[in-house]
């Protein structure tokens, strides 16, 4: 199955894009898409556990994804 991944900020710069589509076996979770992301070489921008989102809803490692959904991997805000 393919889902598309977001990237942001400091996400994005690691990698060289904002977005890309990855293969997942099927029962594949957010944890797996976070493995295929640092299996590309975005290991270093990542936190341990990064705020991930599935379809605009927060998500955990655990969650299982579908055909097609949009993971968003959500760098930290700093503000002042």
């Known amino acids: 199955m ?3 991944v977001l990237l942001f900020a400091s996400y ?3 990698l060289g894009r904002s977005s890309l589509d990855i293969e997942l076996t099927p029962g594949a979770t957010v944890g797996d898409v976070l493995d295929s992301i640092a299996a590309l070489g975005g290991k270093s921008a990542l936190p341990r556990s990064p705020l991930v989102a599935v379809n605009r809803r927060y998500a955990r490692a655990d969650t299982r994804l579908s055909e097609h959904d ?3 991997i ?3 805000v700093a503000g002042g």
């Open 12 to 14: 994005a710069d690691q």
């Open 2 to 4: 393919t889902v598309t």
């Open 70 to 72: 949009e993971v968003a």
């Open 74 to 76: 959500i760098p930290p």
